[in-house]
Structures are given as C-alpha cells and as structure tokens.
C-alpha cells in the first residue's frame, strides 16, 4: 500500500490555466504538507495542515491555494498558471508523535507550464 | 531568513570511500536535524535524524551535530555505487509544528 499518495504524477499544461493536484496518506498522520522543488533541485515548503487546519503558510502568491477536506487529504489548486511554477510539488505527512518528525514523501507532481 | 547551506558539489568519491557532507545552518535555536537521500526522479526518504550534539551512527551512516557551530555532517562509510544520490541536510525551524527547512542539496557519486 502506498503510505503517501498524489495525483496527477505528470502535469503538462498552457500558462493561465488551473490545475489541481490531490493528495492522500494513510499513515494516520495529523500534519500533511506541500513542498515545491525546482530545476535546481531546491525543496522549499509551501503549506502545512494539522487535522485541517492551515498552521504554516510561506510566502507563496495567492494563486496557490491548498485545501484539507480531512486530515487524510491535502489538495493543491494552482490558478493562473504561469511559467516559473513549473516544478515538482511533493506532498508529506508527518507524525508528530513520532519522535523523529521523519516527513514521509508522496512520489511527487511534476508540473510543466508551456 | 532561515538558511541552511549545503556545498552543492557534485562530490565524488571511489568505492570503498568515505564520504563526507556538511551542512551550516542560521536558525542558532534549531533543535532538531535531519538528512534526507534522494536519487534522481525519486521522493526523499529519511536517513538520519539527529538532535544531540556529538555523533550518533547508524551502519555505515554517522552523523555528527555541533550547535555551537551551527554545523551538521553526515559521514558514509566503505561508500557503494547505490549510495550515489542526492543529499538533503534538513532543519526543524518550526519548533512544535516541524517545518522542515531543507539545504540545495550535495550531489554525491561513488565511482566503482
């Protein structure tokens, strides 16, 4: 069974529309997370949910909308696509009553804007 | 900003090596360290964790944490071709709600 599941894994699209990418665990885990990395393989974290609510928001334009129906799911809507969010978007959860705070990983989204 | 520095490499090394990767970080009151592997078109999966200053091993992986310096390293010994992958030295500068700051990654390659 997959611990961290996302979907779409491949995303081609034309700039100025609006994507959506869905998330799912079934680890149990309470905090759910989205990370984007770019070309130069940077991870940088974008959004974090502890069961549904919004508790860590970086500085991301307010094109990028996540949503947390439950604690399982954490869904990314990008609108008005522009080029520069072409990237891979991971998803993670995480224990925290695990001691290690280990994030486990989604296989990741990769998003091409033409 | 809360940084964490990573020498971006590519670090190469022959089989059988070690192999040495380091990591600075800015936030002097992190608590909680972190080295992740990555191979290429794959998702980052956990190594290490540390939180301790000093060195704590695990196989052929050593980590080594001093706050002081604000350093964190990861050591691989007797060093494989499948060691051969990206390495991700992460902090939790989040406190309580772990937000994991990651470096730029050090892109290690073990020569058979």
């Known amino acids: 069974d997959t611990a961290v599941s996302q979907t779409p894994k491949y995303l081609v699209t034309q700039m100025g529309n609006d994507k959506s990418i869905k998330c799912e665990q079934n680890?149990?885990?309470?905090?759910m997370y989205w990370y984007k990395q770019d070309s130069k393989k940077f991870l940088k974290i974008m959004f974090s949910?502890?069961?549904?609510?919004?508790?860590i928001n970086e500085t991301v334009p307010n094109r990028f909308s996540p949503k947390s129906p439950d604690k399982a799911h954490l869904n990314l809507h990008i609108n008005s696509l522009e080029l520069g969010d072409s990237a891979v978007y991971f998803c993670?959860?995480?224990?925290?009553?695990?001691?290690?705070?280990?994030?486990?990983f989604g296989e990741g989204s990769r998003l091409t804007v033409l | 900003q809360k940084e964490v520095e990573q020498n971006s490499g590519p670090l190469s090394v022959p089989e059988g090596a070690i192999a040495s990767l380091n990591c600075t970080y800015s936030d002097r009151g992190s608590q909680s360290f972190f080295w992740y592997r990555q191979y290429s078109g794959k998702s980052p999966e956990l190594i290490m964790f540390?939180?301790?200053?000093g060195d704590k091993e695990d196989g052929r992986f050593t980590a080594q944490l001093n706050k002081a310096s604000q350093y964190v390293s990861l050591l691989i010994r007797d060093s494989q071709p499948s060691d051969s992958a990206t390495y991700l030295c992460a902090v939790n500068s989040g406190g309580s709600n772990y937000k994991l700051t990651f470096g730029k990654g050090t892109l290690l390659t073990v020569n058979p």
């Open positions: 680890l149990g885990h309470d905090t």
């Open positions: 540390i939180y301790s200053n």
């Open positions: 993670a959860s995480n224990g925290l009553h695990y001691n290690t705070g280990e994030l486990f």
């Open positions: 949910y502890n069961n549904k609510e919004l508790i």
